[in-house]
Every structure is written in C-alpha cells, then in structure tokens.
Nanobody, 114 residues
Framework: QVRLEESGGGLVQAGGSLRLSCAAS????????MGWYHKAPRKQRELVAA???????NYADSVKGRFTISRDNVKNMLYLQMTSLKLEDTGVYYC????????WGKGTLVTVSS
C-alpha cells in the first residue's frame, strides 16, 4: 500500500510562487512514476506534470516554463515548484503514483488571487 499526502497549497497573488510537496509512505517509491494533477473548479482533473522513475519529465503546455516537477527518492518526496502563477492555476492539486497499483492523495488547494 502507498499513502500520498500533499501539502504546500494556499492563497497566493497572481505572479507569485508556491511549492507543493507530496509525501509518500510505503515501499517502492523509486520504482514508481509520479505525477501532479490539477482539478480546477467546474473542470475535469488534468495532468500538470509527471516524472518517471528514471527522472524524465513532461508538462502540460499551460505550465511549461512556469512549473517544475522533481522528486527525492531518498526522502520519498515529490515536489512541484510553481512560479508566475495565474488565476487559472486555482484549484486542487493531487499527486499520483503508478504503476504497481495506482494511488492518489487527497489534494491540496491552491488559490490564486488577482
């Protein structure tokens, strides 16, 4: 079993920055791919950024150049550095782990204000 717990969300002004963290418990963290997903109000949850177990990354076009995903396989941590935040970045951010099962955290709320 894997438990994922996100933190770091909050209220930030447009143009500001936040760093989200996802703490993973359980084994085999280093073997799993990890991703951050965004659920905006009244929209479906979408992939924001992902990082493979080998460290390869990919990003949604909407966040390229603004967000950076990283992981620490020693600490079993996943991060999302968010800069130049926009109003449309508002929503709940979830982390996900896969394969060897599929696991989601409960999310952390990010609110970007004008």
């Amino acid at each position: 079993q894997v438990r994922l717990e996100e933190s770091g969300g909050g209220l930030v002004q447009a143009g500001g920055s936040l760093r989200l963290s996802c703490a993973a418990s359980g084994s085999l963290f280093g073997l799993r791919n990890m991703g951050w997903y965004h659920k905006a109000p009244r929209k479906q949850r979408e992939l924001v950024a992902a990082i493979t177990n080998g460290g390869d990354t990919n990003y949604a076009d909407s966040v390229k150049g603004r967000f950076t995903i990283s992981r620490d396989n020693v600490k079993n941590m996943l991060y999302l550095q968010m800069t130049s935040l926009k109003l449309e970045d508002t929503g709940v951010y979830y982390c996900r782990a896969w394969p060897l099962g599929e696991y989601w955290g409960k999310g952390t709320l990010v609110t970007v204000s004008s």
